[in-house]
């Protein structure tokens, strides 16, 4: 039977092509343990599978399956740095916090490769990565990025393409320039959730699916995580939800909102052989970005409409399909075989979020459509913490993430407003 998320709409490609998933039981009744984690996508099961094999007693519990949200659901692409270019990062907080921010984000990169290496994680990865331009008058800003990156910040794998390389190595003339990585890539994100679980428990986590947490307070020194059939007591707690934290915890849900976000995947490209030619992972200059690629088995993988609100987003497949063909006329009338969506979590600057928000409890999120390898890492870094280690966590923590304005009750609809409005200017 095909597991239908309660959290996020449609049946993904990945969920298709990964077979029936391991299951976790529910946590039913109560336990005593070093540290609880909430929320079981990359950074949670990260952070318990490094604190489980350094001895540290953990329970982790996930409100849905294992991937549900974000982590096993997104386009799967690695990136470069943080959401923000070396050169923002540098205006905004100084060149020395950027580029630890930037050698961070590295950092980041060797860990998720060494971790999917070390446990066997077929993880799909296939290198190169493209950013373009949707619009005329990037290329002085491009061929920027590439001098700051290889002079400034020691990364000599970014090079601009013109005109020409752009329409033939994205297989769509609608594109003016673009810059061309080859220090990153693309994965198969839910191999590598599917992957992080099973070495977490190996390494002696206690993992629980379908098991939400209803409530979090201090009591007499000690963290209670309360459940629908039991709870968790802890010394220390980590709240990993990301979009998905709803009204668990106040600070962290004014700063992190949900954002829907769709993908659809094509039928294979079997008569296609000039869209990405390369099978590198791509995306636009747009505020609301457009981020595309082709899959292991030659489908399309195309991402772009976003939503914000929670409301039914009826059939994913038309809206993704309309912006396919805009690059694509051609794929006018190929099959759409998967269209899903899930919520990501972005702050207002769309930088991460990770904060102390009451003694013991550390939440971690925010990733902005930027998280593939900085919440794996982050959750490793987490459970370094813990272990007593000082971490590039610090530099996450002085990044300045006000929250939303407008409040529990306003902050939807002026976020809907002010992202309308970035949308409407991507079209012209």
């Not at 008058?137 to 990364?155: M, S």
């Not at 013109?162 to 990585?181: N, Q």
């Not at 992080?196 to 995580?225: D, W």
Request: proline share 5%; charged share 25%.
């Amino acid at each position: 039977m095909t597991w239908q998320s309660p959290i996020a709409p449609g049946i993904s490609w990945y969920q298709a092509s990964v077979g029936e998933r391991p299951a976790y039981a529910v946590l039913d009744g109560s336990r005593h343990v070093d540290v609880a984690v909430i929320g079981g996508g990359f950074t949670g099961l990260q952070a318990a599978y490094h604190l489980a094999k350094a001895g540290v007693s953990v329970t982790l519990i996930d409100g849905a399956r294992f991937g549900d949200g974000a982590s096993g659901r997104n386009g799967g692409q690695i990136g470069t740095g943080q959401r923000w270019t070396p050169e923002e990062m540098e205006a905004k907080y100084g060149y020395e916090a950027a580029k630890r921010l930037f050698d961070m984000a590295e950092d980041a990169k060797r860990h998720l490769h060494a971790f999917a290496a070390e446990h066997g994680i077929d993880i799909d990865y296939h290198p190169g990565q493209m950013n373009v331009a949707h619009k005329p008058g990037h290329e002085k800003e491009y061929r920027d990025e590439v001098e700051i990156a290889a002079t400034r910040y020691n990364y000599p794998h970014m090079r601009f393409m013109d005109t020409v390389e752009t329409a033939e190595r994205v297989g769509s003339k609608r594109f003016h320039c673009g810059l061309f990585d080859s220090g990153t890539g693309h994965i198969h994100p839910l191999k590598l959730v599917t992957g992080v679980a099973k070495a977490a428990q190996a390494a002696g986590a206690s993992l629980h699916e379908l098991t939400r947490a209803k409530s979090i307070e201090r009591v007499g020194g000690k963290i209670v995580v309360e459940t629908e059939r039991g709870s968790i007591t802890a010394d220390r707690v980590l709240i990993a939800t990301n979009a998905y934290i709803d009204g668990l915890e106040p600070v962290t849900s004014a700063h992190v909102m949900p954002i829907g976000s769709f993908i659809g995947a094509t039928a294979p490209l079997t008569d296609f052989p000039n869209i990405i030619p390369g099978g590198e992972s791509i995306a636009d200059s747009r505020f609301v970005v457009r981020y595309f690629r082709k899959t292991k088995d030659n489908r399309l993988l195309f991402g772009g409409r976003e939503a914000y609100t929670k409301d039914d987003p009826g059939d994913i497949s038309i809206h993704i399909r309309r912006q396919i063909c805009e690059l694509y006329p051609e794929l006018e009338k190929i099959d759409i075989t998967h269209a899903w969506g899930g919520f990501v979590g972005i702050t207002l600057p769309r930088q991460p979020f990770v904060r102390e928000v009451m003694p013991g409890v550390t939440s971690i999120g925010g990733y902005s459509g930027h998280g593939v390898m900085l919440s794996n890492y982050c959750g490793k870094l987490y459970a370094d913490e813990i272990l007593g280690a000082k971490t590039d966590l610090d530099g996450l923590r002085a990044l300045k993430i006000p929250a939303f304005p407008g409040g529990p009750r306003f902050r939807s609809p002026l976020l809907f407003l002010a992202l309308t409005w970035y949308a409407l200017r991507d079209r012209f």
